[in-house]
């Protein structure tokens, strides 16, 4: 190979506002919420809503919207006997963005990554490396994403690569969403890429095992090029 | 890699699952005698065959899940989430 290319990245988005909600599956909250056990679906108020169990759901937004999420969820279940706890800081958070992100996350983890069983929007509990992790696989769009900026650049020198798609550390999944809703046409990274998706898994492990998790993809990527952002 | 099934995520490796112990009929804690409550807490059949276990699903779900387990080949005959019975 004459040029070894960044196929796959890794951010730290331990940041993000995460809240752990926990409800009856048949009740109101439940009902509000509207995602099925094994998905995770982009809600109308900037938050990825992650049904991690069947009485457990996990919400992820931007760094400083924990405390309204919190209060928001709570009135959908006004009444009703639900745990609404914002967990941000009890949690750490990673994503694994990158053509080879899934054969990177294979060698940690025992399940099926190809599409017919885990497609995008599709999310499980599981050990990665020994670790009990929620794995979301939100694949990386045109519109949640921001083309390679300097902030974005991986770091150890490596050149940047104008309309290399590459999800941006500073970016939350609010603005991200928002630009999600206005359509791809105007983040259409440079370069005339195509509307394709990238393959993209959020990683959520206790907060104590943000090192050691970091340091197994940094292991397990290394072959692939892997870059942290 | 020896599988458990899940009802709720499927076959999972069995390390993600954390074992609680034989299944029993809970007594009315305001009628039990001391001797009933002792068998309830402490007393199993630790059978050499088919079993009713409760497990965790501790890095899956984190649902208890009824098994019914042969202990000697490690057959399953029949599994159910132990809170609503079924699988979701
Ligand atoms: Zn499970």
Redesign the pocket.
Same mark, same amino acid.
């Given at each position: 190979m004459a040029e070894v290319s960044v196929e796959v990245s890794a951010t730290d988005c331990t940041d993000l506002a995460k809240v752990l909600v926990r409800a009856d599956p048949g009740g109101a909250l439940a009902a509000a919420l509207d995602v099925p056990f094994g998905r995770a679906v982009r809600d109308g108020n900037d938050a990825l809503v992650v049904r991690t169990a069947p009485d457990a759901w996990l919400l992820l937004a931007a760094a400083d919207l924990a405390t309204p999420l919190v209060r928001r969820v709570e009135a959908l279940g006004a009444g009703e006997f639900a745990s609404v706890v914002d967990v941000t800081h009890g949690h750490a958070l990673a994503r694994l963005t990158g053509t080879t992100a899934a054969v990177v996350l294979a060698k940690l983890c025992a399940i099926d990554l190809a599409d017919p069983a885990t497609p995008d929007g599709n999310t499980f509990r599981s050990l990665v490396a020994g670790v009990a992790v929620t794995v979301v696989r939100d694949d990386a769009r045109p519109g949640r994403l921001t083309a390679g900026s300097a902030g974005a650049t991986p770091a150890g020198g490596r050149d940047a690569r104008p309309g290399r798609l590459t999800v941006s550390p500073t970016a939350s999944l609010a603005s991200l969403d928002r630009s999600d809703a206005l359509g791809s046409a105007g983040a259409t990274p440079a370069g005339g890429r195509d509307a394709e998706r990238e393959r993209s898994y959020l990683l959520l492990c206790d907060r104590s095992y943000r090192q050691y998790l970091r340091d197994v993809l940094t292991d397990a990527g290394e072959e692939f090029g892997l870059a942290w952002t | 890699m020896v599988l458990l099934p !899940?009802p709720? !995520?499927g076959p999972?490796d069995a390390a993600e699952f954390g074992y609680v112990g034989e299944r029993a009929a809970r007594p009315d804690p305001g009628a039990a005698t001391p001797q009933q409550w002792r068998g309830y807490l402490y007393l199993r059949r630790n059978p050499a065959g088919w079993a009713d276990e409760l497990w965790l699903?501790r890095a899956? !779900?984190g649902?208890y899940l009824a098994m019914s387990r042969h202990t000697v080949t490690g057959d399953i005959r029949a599994v159910r989430d132990a809170a609503t019975g079924g699988a979701d």
């Open positions: - | !899940c709720h !995520c999972r699903h899956g !779900c649902r």
